[in-house]
């Protein structure tokens, strides 16, 4: 079955960096397209990162030029590196993929920017 498991969060002061990663099995994951989300208390789920399966990539404004998404197809491994992180990046961060049998997410890693 489809599995992403997250890990990499961790508190953080500002300015600091982290680099989460995301997992990848069940699908064929060179072929699919990944993103990362995140989920705030009381806030929608939204957009972060995503990268195709040729490596293009697309960012939500607020984190353009702070974070970096990449793949490792040889380890079906999706990454976020995140750096100079600010309070309002504190979120449970996912990744997720949308296959033919629909949407599917991983359990989260909570990512606090906090001195």
């Known amino acids: 079955q489809v599995q992403l498991v997250e890990s990499g969060g961790d508190l953080v002061q500002p300015g600091g960096s982290l680099r989460l990663s995301c997992a990848a099995s069940g699908f064929n994951f060179n072929l699919n397209a990944m993103g990362w989300y995140r989920q705030a208390p009381g806030k929608e789920r939204e957009f972060v990162a995503a990268i195709a399966s040729g490596g293009s990539t697309n960012y939500r404004n607020s984190v353009k030029g702070r974070f970096t998404i990449s793949r490792d197809n040889a380890k079906a491994t999706v990454y976020l590196q995140m750096n100079s992180l600010k309070p309002e990046d504190t979120a449970v961060y996912y990744c997720?993929?949308?296959?033919?049998?629909?949407?599917?997410w991983g359990q989260g890693t909570q990512v606090t920017v906090s001195s």
């Open positions: 997720g993929t949308t296959l033919k049998s629909g949407p599917y």
